[in-house]
């Protein structure tokens, strides 16, 4: 026997309607092919499926008893077919993400929760590196791509911007420029800084933007998390110039963060090898982040 699905799914259609021709608007045929199509499947049973009328289409005893079982069988395999092509195109599997520390931090969390909702069959893994880790990871296959500071450029690898990023400066409460409501760049002249030290992607920008201005600092420690960093400065080692996703300040602590103006940007960006496309999971998880630009940067705001 040689029965097709697409013979079936017509016939439901015309015991639905009972129109040939009505059936064939619905589902895109001529009235000829689905007439066609149901005398093939009779043919294929050997039973009458259909009595035709000059001006209904009757289903016959048989015909009625198939409907009602093939309808509850095709409904089942689109579910089935559905679901299959689901896992398939997405959304199975284990996608592993590397992300600089404030990064990691502040953006991604949101981003594991949600794929967990609308992505339960990924298993998403999330590494918290240091910079020259996250690219030294992307670039050798340890992971399925990262999330780093730019702005990027290089040849092997792919990178696109997600948000930008200003900074801030951290200060006690009790120091003469925590008073201000903004500090400017240039009345950092011979502070003592605090600094993160160069394996963060912001350490880079931050003394490209110092020297921009022409000020010179005193960076009296360096340090690879911004936690150490806050406590060195409510301790009163130094003030602090750091990103906004590096914050929220600790609970309690005596320190407030100012914006630093002119406004200096980071630019935060997805990464991932040229020469290798991503999984379907991970390209699931990959839009994802994309979607989440303008909440990232509402983000970084809501920290001052």
Same mark, same amino acid.
């Given at each position: 026997?040689?029965?097709?699905? *697409?013979?079936? /799914?017509?016939?439901?259609?015309?015991?639905? #309607? %009972?129109?040939?021709? $009505?059936?064939?608007? +619905?589902?895109? &045929?001529?009235?000829?092919?689905?007439? *066609?199509?149901? /005398?093939?499947?009779?043919?294929?049973?050997? #039973? %009458?499926?259909?009595? $035709?009328?000059?001006? +209904?289409?009757? &289903?016959?005893?048989?015909?009625?008893?198939?409907?009602?079982?093939?309808?509850?069988?095709?409904?089942? #395999?689109?579910?089935?077919?559905?679901?299959?092509?689901?896992?398939?195109?997405?959304?199975?599997?284990?996608?592993?993400?590397?992300?600089?520390?404030?990064?990691?931090?502040? #953006?991604?969390?949101?981003?594991?929760?949600?794929?967990?909702?609308?992505?339960?069959?990924?298993?998403?893994?999330?590494?918290?590196?240091?910079?020259?880790?996250?690219?030294?990871?992307?670039?050798?296959?340890?992971?399925?791509?990262?999330?780093?500071?730019?702005?990027?450029?290089?040849?092997?690898?792919?990178?696109?911007?997600?948000?930008?990023?200003?900074?801030?400066?951290?200060?006690?409460?009790?120091?003469?420029?925590?008073?201000?409501?903004?500090?400017?760049?240039?009345?950092?002249?011979?502070?003592?800084?605090?600094?993160?030290?160069?394996?963060?992607?912001?350490?880079?920008?931050?003394?490209?933007?110092?020297?921009?201005?022409?000020?010179?600092?005193?960076?009296?420690?360096?340090?690879?998390?911004?936690?150490?960093?806050?406590?060195?400065?409510?301790?009163?080692?130094?003030?602090?110039?750091?990103?906004?996703?590096?914050?929220?300040?600790?609970?309690?602590?005596?320190?407030?963060?100012?914006?630093?103006?002119?406004?200096?940007?980071?630019?935060?960006?997805?990464?991932?090898?040229?020469?290798?496309?991503?999984?379907?999971?991970?390209?699931?998880?990959?839009?994802?982040?994309?979607?989440?630009?303008?909440?990232?940067?509402?983000?970084?705001?809501?920290?001052?």
């Amino acid at each position: 026997m040689n029965v097709t699905l *697409r013979q079936l /799914r017509v016939f439901i259609e015309v015991a639905r #309607l %009972r129109s040939f021709s $009505r059936a064939g608007i +619905e589902i895109g &045929l001529t009235q000829s092919a689905v007439s *066609r199509c149901v /005398r093939e499947l009779e043919v294929e049973l050997g #039973l %009458r499926l259909v009595d $035709r009328t000059t001006r +209904e289409v009757l &289903l016959t005893d048989v015909g009625a008893n198939l409907v009602s079982s093939v309808s509850r069988l095709m409904t089942d #395999l689109d579910a089935t077919l559905h679901e299959i092509r689901d896992i398939g195109e997405q959304r199975r599997g284990r996608v592993i993400v590397a992300a600089s520390p404030t990064i990691a931090c502040r #953006l991604m969390p949101r981003v594991v929760a949600l794929c967990g909702q609308r992505f339960p069959y990924v298993m998403l893994g999330l590494r918290d590196d240091v910079q020259s880790d996250v690219m030294r990871q992307v670039k050798s296959g340890e992971v399925d791509f990262g999330v780093i500071v730019g702005p990027f450029v290089t040849g092997d690898l792919l990178s696109e911007p997600l948000m930008a990023d200003s900074f801030c400066l951290v200060a006690r409460a009790d120091h003469s420029l925590a008073a201000q409501a903004a500090v400017a760049w240039h009345e950092l002249e011979g502070q003592r800084l605090v600094m993160l030290d160069y394996a963060s992607g912001s350490r880079p920008i931050i003394d490209a933007v110092l020297a921009s201005h022409g000020v010179k600092v005193d960076v009296v420690q360096e340090l690879g998390h911004s936690a150490t960093v806050f406590g060195l400065v409510e301790a009163g080692v130094g003030m602090s110039v750091l990103p906004w996703l590096a914050l929220p300040l600790p609970a309690g602590a005596a320190l407030v963060a100012r914006p630093l103006v002119p406004r200096a940007e980071r630019t935060v960006e997805l990464v991932r090898r040229r020469d290798r496309s991503l999984s379907p999971a991970a390209q699931a998880v990959w839009d994802l982040i994309r979607q989440l630009p303008i909440e990232g940067e509402a983000l970084s705001q809501s920290a001052a």
